[in-house]
């Protein structure tokens, strides 16, 4: 059987990038969007696609709706959660609106989590859950400061990434912390050292070398561990 994929955030970016890098390698990819988006509906010809819309990881309901409605299909090798935010983020701690900060920590950590236990049981066995995260949010490597309520949510994001691998211990699959490195996105920006087409193709190549691997690990894109 084919290999699967879900692709949790995929109407742009790097969530779009690991939808045709999956695509190009032969496997079946459900990629899930809040709302219709062209590029990803382009992707529909290179391969077997499906489009799940509506999907907000903020938004229970959704998440618990669409964990159902995959019951009855094939579990996924990979289930990746891309999605993220970083509103806000030059902002110091001391002066970002509480609202914000909250959302934040809301959409980049607990959310990829809660996400995370809906799907858990419909993950393959050898098979990996994936969340998206950043060495930003490297407690030792914090040397310099600046955008700390989006290294903070990152942080958080690892911790409750270890405290759910450590209450899933005897599962079947493995938890995987990926930096994609510093990539031109909107997130990013035209600064950034790569483009997505290289962190994609490095994050998909990890991504299926890591297969059957147990516990939480934190990596980049080239698949070296990232200090915690």
Known sequence: MKRRALIVGASRGLGLGLVARFLERGWDVTATVRKPSAALSD????????????????????????ANACADRPAFDIVFVVAGVATQAGIPAGQIPRDV???VFQTNALSP??????????VAEDGLIVLMTSKLGSVSLNRGGGWGSYR????????????F????????????????GWVRTDLGGRRA????????????AVVEAQLGQRGCTFIDHTGATVPW
């Open 152 to 163: 903070a949510s990152k942080a958080a994001l690892n911790t409750l990434a270890r405290s």
């Open 165 to 180: 691998a450590g209450q899933h211990s005897g599962a079947r699959w493995g938890v995987l912390l990926m930096h994609p």
């Open 113 to 122: 989590i809660r996400f995370a236990e809906a799907f858990n049981k419909r």
């Open 101 to 103: 900060a909250a959302a």
């Open 43 to 66: 992707l529909a010809g290179r391969g077997a696609l499906a489009i799940a819309t509506g999907i907000d990881i903020d938004d229970d309901d959704a998440v618990r709706g669409f």
């Open 193 to 204: 050292t790569l483009d997505v087409d290289t962190s994609a193709r490095g994050m998909v």
